[in-house]
């Protein structure tokens, strides 16, 4: 695989600001699950199968929509918190067309936020401890919505609320 750098221009408060996001490419397929604990898929799973990722495009649209959604937000305590916004603007969007998202969806949608965070600066150990924070609130806030077709067992039971 071959690395792939992708600038995301975008203006927070009105500040014009540059994610450069690098991540893993092949055939056109972006690979997003670097910062996903294994333990949130179902069952044994190979290394092969741990590396999610989705088409270029869709990827650079996903990250895209979480920007625009931050760069609409006035007021916010932390950029963390600027970025869960983002992420979760994006999450109540595919609601509003799907009354569901699949499980696997969701955590493409954490990956680009986790991407998009290590653009930010945010470190590393930081980031693998913010995501299975982050997709359990999620699963615990809307338990509905989320077709657990990829099980999120795991998050439910074991990881303390995002806070």
């Not at 690979?31 to 741990?50: N, R």
Request: hydrophobic share 40%.
């Amino acid at each position: 695989m071959e690395s792939l750098k992708l600038n995301f221009d975008t203006e927070i408060l009105g500040e014009p600001r540059t994610y450069i996001v690098e991540v893993p490419y092949r055939e056109g397929v972006v690979a997003t699950s670097e910062f996903c604990p294994t333990e949130l898929l179902e069952g044994s799973v190979d290394l092969m199968a741990a590396v999610r990722g989705e088409s270029l495009d869709k990827f650079m649209a996903d990250c895209k929509r979480q920007l625009h959604a931050m760069s609409k937000i006035t007021e916010a305590d932390s950029e963390l918190d600027r970025h869960i916004g983002g992420l979760m603007a994006v999450v109540m969007d595919h609601f509003s067309r799907k009354d569901t998202i699949p499980f696997g969806d969701l955590l493409i949608y954490v990956d680009c936020f986790s991407l998009l965070l290590k653009a930010a600066g945010v470190g590393t150990d930081e980031i693998r401890t913010i995501y299975p924070r982050v997709v359990k609130t999620i699963v615990d806030l809307y338990p509905d919505n989320i077709d657990q077709s990829l099980s999120s067992k795991s998050i439910t039971s074991s990881t303390p609320p995002l806070s």
